[in-house]
């Protein structure tokens, strides 16, 4: 069983639990442009309804923008951050109903926004990997750790994203919101990718960048939960994690092999 190492803190691990965007990915490079998108798209449909948005425009998916009105970062505890794409259409979709437009109507523009902006992104395939990942998974694979993600985003999206990356081989199992009938926060996600693995959620390390993924590990039992935050002194929000890190050369594994020497 090999352990995983975090400043001098040894933890048992005989498998990790990633969340996908903003854990494994650069969250704004990938998703910024497709919020862009969207935005864009919706505000230009309701000025023909001759409305504007119920809330500041930055306020609907949580989004931050700079003075010169450049997309600069996003909300942790938003809807972008956590909410699956259904959950973020239909908060969209409120936007047209509320200007007037019938909701069948208002949820299948939203879609259809969506899946322009979705093609978008395909077209950039703009997902960067976060610093030290790459050879983190190298030295977990080496040492036998089996791998999953589980993610708000879907099971096929994430498996392209991680295409894009050259990551994927190193993953057993792929766990996206369409597998399950209860999202993060709920520990169902986090049980099926476990059950895949073929080990017991007690046993599992739990990355990810958003408190819903501490709780999600919690309320799944797994052994521990470890949040990611680059940025200095800005980790207030991962309250549920056990420990924090801002970059992956941070953890260190220590192989059963090394343990017995």
């Known amino acids: 069983m090999s352990m995983l ?13 990633f969340d996908k965007d903003g854990t494994l990915l650069d969250f704004l490079q990938l998703w910024g442009p497709w919020a862009e998108s969207l935005l864009n798209q919706l505000e230009s449909q309701l000025s023909e309804l001759g409305a504007s948005f119920t809330v500041e425009r930055e306020q609907v998916l949580g989004t931050v923008r700079n003075r010169e009105g450049h997309l600069i970062g996003y909300d942790l505890q938003g809807p972008l951050a956590i909410a699956t794409v259904d959950e973020s259409n239909g908060l969209l979709a409120g936007q047209l109903y509320a200007a007037g437009m019938p909701w069948n109507e208002a949820i299948t523009t939203i879609r259809r926004f969506s899946s322009v902006a979705m093609g978008e992104v395909r077209q950039r395939k703009r997902a960067e990997p976060m610093p030290g990942l790459n050879a983190f998974l190298q030295r977990c694979q080496e040492a036998s750790i089996p791998m999953a993600v589980v993610t708000s985003d879907s099971t096929a999206a994430a498996e392209e994203h991680m295409e894009w990356m050259g990551i994927r081989p190193y993953f057993t199992s792929i ?82 092999r090394s343990l017995q020497g």
């Open 5 to 17: 190492q975090i400043r001098g803190k040894q933890v048992t691990c005989r498998g990790i639990l």
């Open 175 to 256: 766990v996206g919101s369409d597998r399950v009938t209860r999202g993060k926060p709920d520990g169902e996600a986090a049980v099926l990718a476990c059950r895949e693995l073929h080990i017991h959620p007690k046993e599992v390390v739990v990355i990810g960048d958003s408190n819903g993924d501490m709780q999600m590990g919690r309320n799944a039992g797994a052994s521990y939960m470890i949040g990611f935050c680059p940025e200095v002194g800005g980790s207030d929000y991962l309250h549920e994690a056990d420990d924090v890190i801002q970059d992956y050369n941070e953890l260190k594994i220590i192989s059963e």
